[in-house]
């Protein structure tokens, strides 16, 4: 259940959102607090989007209770909203607007005085590494520069609380990068962060703290490193024996004493094995000894990859 966090900006309590006999929210408890970084984990279907939906106050909640910066966002919506910067899944930019015009006229929204957009709309150009774009019209910017506008724009109004539905999808390494550097400047600035991402390593770098929520369910809560020692060991042992023996091969290191003495468990996948151990190199050891010797090995660190697909599955979502 949730703590009573009087300082919460956003507090939930047997949140549910149900369409028709479908809940996709099912009762899910959490807090956030003021300058965190809070992450939403989950497959496809799992809630998340929705759960975004409703914190902003454009979807109305089943049942339970949901506060932000102390208010319903049902009841106040307008005022929740004003302290809202939200970055959407999909680019939402006017293509025929300059870059700077996008800041602009999405402050008048607000209702924001020119004499307050001018400058801000150059400080926030600045941040995102788009001064020189200034005059440019959208359509010409490439994927990485939208994005980092559509950033932009969700900070004109300088809220309280940032939300970034997947950020970062479909971006290349380098454009992810840049970003998640513009995001750190935030946290580091004092704005609270909540986000959804389908990249485990963007979690493990921004969240401070996350929830991992499938099937409109919370399956864990806590740090990315606190998740790991939770429901991972701190090594993996990836182990390669080709398509047509890998599951054979699992079989027999399940059953041999030897090597479950030094493994957690063992799982399949359709091009290796990964046996889950506290010490990478003495269950390779141990496998070797029992007559298994891979085609190739690797032992890696266990990371929050593990935890979500040891939590949701391994099976597709669409």
């Known amino acids: ?39 939403l984990l989950g497959p496809n279907g799992a809630g998340k989007s929705t759960t975004m939906r409703m914190i902003g106050g454009v979807s109305q909640r089943t049942s339970g209770s949901l506060e932000i910066l102390g208010l319903d966002p049902e009841q106040h919506g307008p005022k929740v909203r004003a302290q809202l910067g939200v970055v959407p899944q999909e680019d939402n930019l006017d293509l025929e607007l300059t870059v700077r015009d996008n800041l602009i006229v999405y402050g008048r929204y607000f209702g924001l005085p020119f004499s307050y957009l001018r400058p801000k709309s150059q400080e926030l150009l600045d941040f995102a590494q788009l001064t020189e774009k200034a005059n440019a019209r959208v359509e010409d910017l490439s994927g990485g520069m939208k994005r980092r506008l559509v950033i932009a724009r969700g900070l004109i109004n300088q809220p309280q609380i940032f939300m970034l539905d997947e950020p970062t999808t479909g971006l290349d390494p380098q454009a992810r990068h ?78 041999n004493a030897d090597v479950m003495a030094v493994a957690e468990r063992v799982e399949v996948l359709p091009d290796r094995l990964l046996l889950y151990t506290d010490d990478g190199e003495h269950a390779l050891g141990a496998v070797a000894g029992a007559g298994w010797t891979p085609r190739s090995s690797l032992v890696r660190r266990s990371s929050l990859e593990d935890v979500f697909l040891h939590l949701t599955g391994r099976s597709l979502v669409d």
């Open 178 to 255: 840049v970003l998640w550097d513009r995001l750190f400047r935030l946290k580091e600035a004092g704005t609270t962060l909540v986000l959804t991402t389908h990249y485990m390593d963007e979690a493990e770098q921004l969240c401070d703290r996350l929830i991992v929520v499938d099937q409109g369910k919370i399956m864990a809560e806590g740090s990315p490193a606190q998740l790991i020692r939770e429901h991972s060991t701190r090594e993996v042992l990836e182990l390669r024996y080709g398509s047509d023996r890998n599951v054979a091969v699992a079989d027999e290191l399940a059953g």
């Open 1 to 39: 259940m949730v703590r009573p966090l009087t300082n919460a900006v956003i507090s939930a309590r047997q949140l549910t959102k149900c369409y028709g006999d479908f809940a996709a929210v099912d009762g899910i408890d959490f807090h956030v607090e003021p300058g965190e970084a809070f992450g």
